[in-house]
Each structure stands twice: as structure tokens, then as C-alpha cells.
């Protein structure tokens, strides 16, 4: 059973239910059921009270973008194209598909875009130059390649607010409402994230239903 505490954001009060599925908040989305209007986890967890909600597993993993030599963490809907989701962010920072190699981990396997998204959760995905080898360096595209997950994650989740844009990149917000710095993380910090499943769950505060099948398209 879970009842919301005055102060507490929607997060910290599912805290519990995350730890006990294994379930890391930032890689799930939540929805009020019915109208599917999505739950800021950052918000007051008041706004959960006597509402029905559901709880939708999301994919997470490192994009590099080696053309312009920053890293980035994606969350996607699992059920999406990977090509979906990584066409509007090349786009949005100038990157033509046509000029580029779209590569899995090590850079060993290309990727096939056209598969959903669930087959790259937790990977590392590359984007690399056709002649990469006229902007950087490899010791400089090593470097890249290297950050994972982790390094995306504050340590102290007490001083930063973890945001994702409309593209499904995260933002770092510290408490002040600055940015920090991370699409080119320099100093790796160590945490764990654990595989991700959904659950049904009942609380006096709020409903949290099982919705695989009405996983909306967002």
C-alpha cells in the first residue's frame, strides 16, 4: 500500500515500488488512465491521489554522435522504429543519415534501424562519418565510445531534476533550474540501472494498472 507524504514528488513516492521491481523511475513513463496525459515525476506527488495511473516501460541507451563529437542518453517507446527515433535528432543537430554509419556497441555490428527500439535497450548505439577520419581523431572517437548509462545518472539525486526533451534526450536541471553540462560527459560517476518491467500495483493513495497493450504512441 502507498500514500503519498506532503512534499514528496511523484518519484519518491513510488520509491519503494521501483525498488522492489527493480525498476529505475527514469526509464518508465506514467499516465493517468483514460486520457494518457503523462505524469511529471518530478512533480508534487499529490496530484496521484485517488487517480488510476499506469506505469510503461521505456528503452534507454547512450547515443554518440561522433560526427560532432557529443554523447547523448535517449529514452524511446520500446515499440517504435530505432530509425524514429534517432531521424529527428540527427536532424535537429544538422547530421545527414545518408553521409553516416549507424553502428551497434563497439561499432563492430551495424544497426538495422528499421528494428524497434526493444533491441537496443541498455546498448550503445554510434553514428560515425563515412570519413569520420578528417574531423577527429580515433583516440578522440575512443573516448566517446566509452561512456555508458551511468555516466548520465547524479550520483545525489537530491540536487538535480532528471528531464526528458521532446526528442527523448535527458537533461540534468540542478535545483537552481541550471542546466548542467552532460551531452559530453568528462567525469564518469558510478551508479546501477537494473532491467525494467511493469507491474500492478494497488495503493489507498492512487491505482497503478498494467497498460501494455495501450501503450501510447509517444
Excluded at 535497450?121 to 583516440?139: A, C, M, R, Y
Aim: with cysteine.
Amino acid at each position: 500500500m502507498i500514500q503519498p507524504l506532503p512534499g514528496q514528488t511523484v518519484y519518491q513516492a513510488m520509491n519503494k515500488v521501483f525498488c522492489k521491481k527493480n525498476i529505475p523511475w527514469y526509464k518508465s513513463d506514467l499516465y493517468f488512465v483514460g486520457d494518457y496525459t503523462p505524469i511529471d515525476q518530478n512533480m508534487d506527488a499529490q496530484v496521484l491521489c485517488s487517480k488510476e495511473i499506469c506505469l510503461i516501460e521505456r528503452c534507454l541507451f547512450v547515443l554518440s554522435l561522433t560526427p560532432i563529437a557529443i554523447n547523448l542518453c535517449v529514452k524511446a517507446n520500446m515499440k517504435k522504429s530505432i530509425i524514429s527515433i534517432l531521424q529527428p535528432i540527427l536532424d535537429f543537430y544538422q547530421i545527414k543519415a545518408n553521409n553516416c554509419g549507424i553502428f551497434l556497441n563497439s561499432g563492430s555490428c551495424v544497426l538495422n534501424v528499421n528494428d524497434t527500439c526493444s533491441s537496443i535497450d541498455s546498448q550503445h548505439i554510434l553514428v560515425v562519418h563515412k570519413q569520420q577520419t578528417t574531423f577527429f581523431s580515433q583516440t578522440e572517437i575512443d573516448k566517446l565510445i566509452k561512456v555508458s548509462i551511468d555516466d548520465f545518472i547524479p550520483i545525489n539525486m537530491n540536487d538535480f531534476q532528471l528531464q526528458f526533451d521532446e526528442l527523448g534526450i535527458l537533461k540534468q536541471f540542478k535545483k537552481n533550474n541550471s542546466i548542467s553540462p552532460i551531452m559530453s560527459p568528462t567525469s564518469p560517476k558510478q551508479t546501477s540501472i537494473n532491467s525494467l518491467s511493469t507491474s500492478t500495483l494497488l495503493s489507498s493513495g492512487f491505482r497503478l494498472v498494467k497498460q501494455d497493450d495501450d501503450d501510447p504512441e509517444f
